[in-house]
């Protein structure tokens, strides 16, 4: 039997919805629909200080008005943190996290340490050979961070828009953290729990996210040894898109005054005028096989995914 495609939208809730989110949902939703599969919706909002429940009500109101349809959904990550805690639990009786007590002030000199050409900032792994006796005296003093153990490894995926992906993650190094020492989980954990356990296999995203995506599909494997979910073999598809920028070059999710859809809506837009609005600024026009006018959502569902328009790094609209 062919597997189901499941895709999901997940944004969060740090705004009301501008060009950028909607890029992604179109792109989802459109990539699922073409292929009789299945659009979840999760809320990405553990990230307390940033997110607000009237952004996640700003953000259903302005997918329902747009002609979004969810077949399952919302999920709100808030809700969902006993489940990380309990996988956290698992990984560290497995010997695959441990507790990092590095002071920020420590890890702002590691980090900035001069490696040419590097953009990331890598750990030393110096809290990984900490004995329990060290452990014990240094949570006198400080809550920990926890850390996933990396091994040398080459991670390599496919990605449909940007190519063939190969990273090397380095023990110590790459021990990226995965719940932050004030309790926070990290966007990598709960990201690939919720992908895992919502069975989904196909990701689209922008591909700012590249970088991340091999610590992610590292962190998966991981998970396959610790949680006995039928899910845990399936592997993702991933489709990363092009950023959006504005004209100055900015982001349009950082730009002070992108505009949202909430704004256009408020100024008298329709659905139709958003959307046709949209497929000109972005230039999605050489991407639809018809050269019609663009009313709503179904008429996108034409669009050819294969185009060379997704194989870009940016766009600038
Ligand atoms: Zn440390």
């Not at 953009?119 to 006796?133: F, I, Q, V």
Request: include cysteine; proline fraction near 3%.
């Amino acid at each position: 039997m062919k597997q189901v495609v499941r895709g999901r939208f997940a944004p969060s809730p740090t705004g009301y919805m501008h060009m950028g989110n909607l890029w992604i949902a179109m792109l989802s939703y459109v990539s699922v629909r073409q292929q009789g599969g299945q659009w979840i919706l999760r809320i990405e909002d553990i990230d307390r200080q940033r997110s607000q429940s009237s952004y996640t009500a700003g953000l259903l109101q302005d997918l329902d008005w747009l002609g979004f349809q969810w077949d399952e959904g919302p999920y709100q990550q808030s809700r969902r943190q006993s489940l990380y805690e309990s996988v956290l639990q698992q990984l560290e009786a497995h010997n695959l996290v441990y507790p990092c007590y590095c002071s920020r002030a420590r890890l702002h000199n590691v980090s900035s340490a001069p490696h040419l050409g590097e953009k990331r900032h890598p750990y030393d792994g110096h809290c990984r050979e900490l004995s329990l006796a060290e452990r014990d005296q240094l949570a006198k003093n400080k809550k920990p961070s926890y850390r996933l153990k990396v091994e040398d490894t080459r991670v390599q995926f496919l990605d449909a828009w940007q190519g063939l992906q190969t990273k090397n993650l380095k023990a110590g190094y790459d021990d990226f953290v995965i719940r932050r020492a004030d309790g926070m989980w990290a966007y990598n954990l709960a990201v690939v729990i919720d992908d895992l356990v919502m069975g989904v296999t196909e990701v689209v995203r922008g591909c700012d996210l590249l970088d991340v995506t091999a610590q992610q599909i590292y962190l998966r494997n991981q998970l396959r040894a610790v949680c006995h979910q039928e899910s845990a073999s399936m592997v993702i598809h991933y489709k990363q898109a092009p950023v959006l920028l504005g004209q100055d070059g900015y982001r349009l999710s950082k730009r002070q005054h992108s505009v949202t859809i909430k704004d256009l809506r408020e100024s008298g837009y329709t659905p139709a005028m958003v959307w046709s609005y949209f497929v000109e600024q972005v230039g999605l026009g050489k991407a639809l096989s018809e050269r019609r006018r663009v009313h709503s959502l179904s008429d996108l569902l034409t669009l050819d995914l294969n185009s060379s328009l997704f194989k870009q790094e940016i766009i600038y609209m």
